[in-house]
């Protein structure tokens, strides 16, 4: 199959995308190519790198022409010696296959939830935005990464473990004070196409890493872990963004930069598929009778019409009153672009006064 971006290139620009990859991989200075724009020469170096992201070490570019030349001279700018980047491609290749190997039996949604789960609990997003980070050497290295290298670590788990993937990328917008592009990921999953924006899920942070874990090692057999008395407890991953469509993903997304293809079904939404989407108020306070009962937290997506602000005190209301009924008082966050709610109870002594007022805004976001 096709790489997506190569696909929707001109001929010229696929000569120039074909000569380009194979110089890098050969690490060489100078690599010829079809004369063409600057801005053109930059689209076809980038998509390049967005459709073979195990390519890390080549990060940049200069270029030069003579007038009267039909062709470029194409320079790339490494991150790496040659030897630094054998040793690297080694590593990659052999944490990939090892991730991958795990994953091999499960069905297309499940090899897409392992790898989400895995970039979950072993990513940390880098605040520093090291060069690295940007590539696969970031989170499947060190546990570390952006944005872009989160996206380009699940292409390469997708591309290994056979499951469609592209990179999506949008721009900035300084006038909502997004001060970066953004960059995630659309997965085919059953033959239909959908948003999944690991990054955004992460930095949620409902799952608190520990201070010694080392996520660099780590590999998942499964997504749970044994708390200290030894029982298993499931992972508190975020699925906000796991399988949106176009409508949704839009809400907190800006523009893409480059076409992709058209996400218009919802139905693989993970909260809608796990029966955690909820369409009607009493339904949300039956679910915080039990949790209440049970001392758990609950994420939930609310789909009975907009989440206006009438309609949120409402159900804020009842997960109030549900927890009013067991002597406890409500701790509850809010991602509203995506309309989804988490709350969890304490006992209402230990809560003091004006904690059931309190509702954090959670935005997912990069950092």
């Known amino acids: 199959m096709e790489p997506f971006y190569y696909s929707k290139m001109n001929k010229m620009q696929q000569a120039a995308y ?8 050969q690490m060489e200075k100078e690599i010829q190519v079809p004369r063409m724009s600057g801005e053109e020469l930059y689209n076809v170096f980038f998509q390049m790198r967005l459709d073979h992201p195990e390519i890390f070490w080549a990060t940049g570019f200069k270029y030069r022409y003579y007038q009267e030349s039909p062709n470029i001279q194409f320079l790339p700018e490494y991150l790496f010696d040659r030897a630094k980047v054998k040793e690297h491609q080694k590593a990659m290749k052999s944490r990939v296959e090892k991730l991958a190997r795990l994953a091999q039996k499960l069905s297309e949604s499940e090899k897409e939830k392992y790898i989400h789960d895995f970039i979950c609990e072993n990513v940390k997003y880098d605040k520093l935005k090291k060069p690295y980070s940007h590539e696969i050497i970031g989170p499947l290295g060190q546990g570390v990464g952006v944005c872009e290298g989160i996206a380009k670590a699940v292409k390469v788990l997708c591309d290994e473990l056979g499951v469609w993937c592209m990179i999506a990328i949008c721009g900035n917008n300084p006038d909502k004070g997004i001060k970066y592009r953004h960059t ?26 520990k201070e010694n874990q080392k996520p660099e090692n780590k590999t998942p057999r499964n997504t749970s872990r044994k708390n200290k008395a030894g029982k298993a407890e499931q992972m508190d991953f975020r699925y906000d963004y796991f399988n949106l469509d176009d409508k949704n993903i839009f809400r907190d997304h800006e523009p893409l930069l480059y076409p992709a293809p058209a996400c218009n079904e919802g139905g693989r939404y993970y909260y809608k598929e796990k029966k955690l989407s909820f369409t009607k108020p009493e339904e949300v306070y039956k679910r915080a009778l039990q949790m209440a009962k049970k001392g758990r937290i609950l994420t939930f997506h609310w789909r009975g019409g907009y989440l206006t602000k009438t309609v949120l005190e409402e159900l804020l209301d009842l997960i109030e009153k549900a927890g009013a009924e067991k002597g406890k008082k409500p701790r ?36």
Do not use: M
Request: a negative charge.
């Open 18 to 25: 074909h000569a380009i990859c194979q110089g890098i991989l």
């Open 184 to 209: 995630w990921n659309i997965v085919k999953i059953d033959g239909q196409y959908y948003h999944l924006d690991v990054t955004f899920d992460n930095t949620l942070g409902n799952y608190e890493k």
């Open 332 to 367: 509850i966050s809010l991602n509203w672009p995506q309309a989804v709610i988490r709350f969890g109870y304490v006992d209402a002594d230990i809560a003091g006064s004006g904690v059931a007022e309190e509702v954090k805004i959670e935005e997912a976001n990069e950092g």
